[in-house]
């Protein structure tokens, strides 16, 4: 099978370039094993929100004094406000509406009420530009009796240290009582699938008008739309005052439509998204990539002038360690890694861990190195890059984005 371009990886990173190629016409395909990080998204996207433990709030500035091997240097701390406006059109374009500011981070609510810098919220969710200005002073926080994924107490906790005068209320209703039959059901996703009727929405909009008294603001965890905005939109206008949404612990609602989203606009313009396939080696010529071979394709290898690595990091299994090494288990490209395993990582889940900065080694046009040398139509995007930390930094979705239209850019202007 041939095709201009085949993207290894179907996440955000994959997506974000097969959008942009499908966009300007090109013959596209993305082999997609799984599930993405996209799960653990609370509904923000991050494009920096620390360095050395100190938080960003302009991340522009903060971009241009990062070093050199951060992948937003080797894009280029000038492009970064250009690529970022081009992502937040793009993700708009798939109908994913979110509002921020690429020169001041805001701040986005984390299932545990803590309060963490970011650059693009969903417009349906809980979003502080300012820490002294909130954007309600009594919120009305509806739990919901039984469920999993919010642990109430904490974000009411978290909620109150921010200065929300917060009322915290329990309540049900008829559709998520039948879910409680089964406990193992009051998950985010669960709900989300229940909650989509208009006669259920409508009984839970009648508890929470009849509920949450004085409030400026009503709090709902986010378990509406899994397909789209348009359950929320409908719940809002059944409820007479304010609403938003509030993260759960993963797997995320919110980040499950996104992707959603992405993969439909992919299809829509005409690209394939061979879900639920792998790739599984290359064939190299020189300095070039020829083929990929996928498990479910066999012996019918990808053909392609350019390929892109977007197969994420250890989590999704873009990069592999064994006891003695760290790889990229696709293509065999070159790793920056500690070749100390003794350094990978230190006592302390707070502490920085040097493994989440290992990926793989690219030029300063992102195309993947192979001992040393430049595979020419090979680039990689995404969280398999090295040099950035999405836990630490709160760079994750942003390095996604911007690498992922960043290399197709190299690849136009290559042709
Ligand atoms: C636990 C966690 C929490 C996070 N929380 C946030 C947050 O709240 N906000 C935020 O902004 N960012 C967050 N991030 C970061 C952000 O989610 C990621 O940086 C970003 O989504 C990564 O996208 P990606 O496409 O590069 O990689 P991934 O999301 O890892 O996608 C890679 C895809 O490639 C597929 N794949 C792997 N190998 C192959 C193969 N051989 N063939 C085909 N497909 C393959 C995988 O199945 C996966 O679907 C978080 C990350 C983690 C790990």
């Known amino acids: 099978m041939r095709m201009d371009t085949v993207i290894m ?64 240097s080797k894009i280029g701390a000038d492009r970064i406000a250009g690529l970022a406006a081009r992502a937040k059109l793009m993700l708009s374009d798939s109908g994913i509406n979110m509002e921020g500011d690429v020169a001041a981070n805001h701040w986005r609510i984390t299932p545990m009420g803590v309060a963490k810098p970011a650059w693009l919220t969903l417009n349906d969710h809980l979003r502080i530009n300012d820490l002294n200005q909130l954007p309600a002073k009594r919120v009305a926080l509806m739990c919901i009796r039984g469920f999993f994924d919010q642990p109430n107490s904490m974000l009411a906790q978290g909620l109150r240290d ?22 193992s059901e009051m998950r985010a996703t669960s709900l989300a699938k229940r909650l989509v009727s208009h006669n259920a929405l409508q009984r839970l909009a009648d508890q929470v008008n009849s509920l949450a008294g004085d409030a400026d603001m009503v709090l709902l965890p986010s378990v509406f739309g899994q397909n789209n905005a348009d359950d929320f939109q409908t719940l809002q206008s059944m409820v007479n005052k304010p609403l938003r949404l509030v993260a759960t612990l993963p797997p995320s609602v919110a980040g499950m439509r996104m992707m959603t989203q992405l993969r439909h606009y992919f299809r829509m313009l005409g690209g394939n998204y061979l879900m639920g396939d792998s790739a599984v080696s290359g064939t190299f010529e020189g300095d070039r990539l020829t083929a990929v071979t996928t498990a479910k394709l066999g012996d019918m290898p990808l053909r392609a002038d350019h390929f892109v690595l977007a197969t994420g990091s250890f989590i999704s299994r873009g990069l592999v360690a064994d006891y003695e090494r760290v790889y990229e288990p696709v293509l065999g490209v070159d790793v920056n890694a500690d070749s100390d395993p ?7 889940v ?42 630490k930094m709160g760079d994750g979705t942003g390095v996604s984005l911007l690498t992922a239209l960043a290399a197709i850019d190299d690849i136009i202007k290559s042709e």
């Not at 599930?35 to 903060?62: C, H, R, W, Y």
């Open 342 to 348: 003794n350094r990978w990582t230190q006592f302390g």
């Open 162 to 183: 921010l200065g929300f005068e917060v009322n915290a209320i329990e309540f049900t209703t008829d559709d998520i009582t039948a879910l409680r039959r089964s406990p």
């Open 9 to 72: 990886g179907g996440g955000l990173s994959g997506l974000t370039c097969g959008i942009a190629l499908a966009k300007r016409g090109k013959r596209v395909a993305i082999v997609a094993s799984g599930q993405s990080t996209m799960l653990f998204n609370g509904g923000s996207m991050e494009l920096l929100g620390n360095i050395d433990g100190k938080t960003v709030t302009a991340p522009l500035e903060a971009i241009a004094t990062l070093p050199k091997d951060h992948p937003y």
């Open 350 to 391: 707070l502490q920085p861990q040097a493994y989440s900065r290992f990926g793989v080694a690219t030029d300063e046009r992102l195309r993947c190195l192979k001992q040393g040398k430049p595979i020419v139509n090979l680039h990689a995007v995404g969280s398999i890059l090295s040099g950035h930390d999405a836990v």
